[in-house]
T-cell receptor, first 116, second 110 residues
Framework: DTGVSQNPRHKITKRGQNVTFRCDPI?????LYWYRQTLGQGPEFLTY????????KSRLLSDRSSAERPKGSFSTLEIQRTEQGDSAMYLC??????????????FGPGTRLTVT | DAKTTQPNSMESNEEEPVHLPCNHS???????IHWYRQLPSQGPEYVIH???SNVNNRMASLAIAEDRKSSTLILHRATLRDAAVYYC???????????FGEGTQLTVNP
């Protein structure tokens, strides 16, 4: 399978613990995105990388959260001191380095975080 | 905030056509219209996109109004596997993010 993969698929943690999620984009896709989705809502943008550079961050990416993409391939999203409000599905997407502006994003299956 | 408006839900019968509407009255001349869908327990999936002309692909057709303030996603023959939330997204040419609204929950009856 050459799609976007995310690990773990499910994570249950206690409030106050740190969690880290991993995203492996489609090979040769230089753009990588993180979104967060809560029940009944559409995904909300968190942050965007082009290669290893983090080019855009949303206000939704809290001070307790950070994302990295050190070698321009896989990415990690860390949430420190988790709160119940962090419970959500965290989605990763990637897109190829096509010229033009109408490129599509390919999404992974997501990591569901439950903070108890 | 999402710039498009869609009905919360729609229902269709299997093997019948489905027309999913979307309003994007604030669209600028260079914004594209993208459609994604999300099946249960999966990430969103690209369906189709367009700028001005109607577009067809293997999944669906996209009809864009002449004034570009609305569009319609057309599934020619709905199947049970088409039951999903469909998102209409107005995307700036220079933007990197996708701004999702709440989408339309499509139910397909056998």
């Amino acid at each position: 399978d050459t799609g976007v993969s995310q690990n773990p698929r499910h994570k249950i943690t206690k409030r106050g613990q740190n969690v880290t999620f991993r995203c492996d984009p489609i090979s040769e896709h230089n753009r990588l995105y993180w979104y967060r989705q809560t029940l009944g809502q559409g995904p909300e943008f968190l942050t965007y990388f082009q290669n290893e550079a983090q080019l855009e961050k949303s206000r939704l990416l809290s001070d307790r959260s950070s994302a990295e993409r050190p070698k321009g391939s896989f990415s990690t999203l860390e949430i420190q001191r988790t709160e119940q409000g962090d419970s959500a599905m965290y989605l990763c997407a990637s897109s190829p380095p096509l010229a033009g502006t109408a490129y599509e994003q390919y999404f992974g299956p997501g990591t569901r975080l439950t903070v108890t | 905030d999402a710039k498009t408006t869609q009905p919360n839900s729609m229902e269709s019968n299997e093997e019948e056509p489905v027309h999913l509407p979307c309003n994007h009255s604030t669209i600028s001349g260079t914004d594209y219209i993208h459609w994604y869908r999300q099946l249960p327990s999966q990430g969103p999936e690209y369906v189709i996109h367009g700028l001005t002309s109607n577009v067809n692909n293997r999944m669906a057709s996209l009809a864009i109004a002449e004034d570009r303030k609305s569009s319609t996603l057309i599934l020619h023959r709905a199947t049970l596997r088409d039951a999903a939330v469909y998102y209409c997204i107005q995307r700036e040419t220079s933007g990197s993010r996708l701004t999702f609204g709440e989408g339309t929950q499509l139910t397909v009856n056998p």
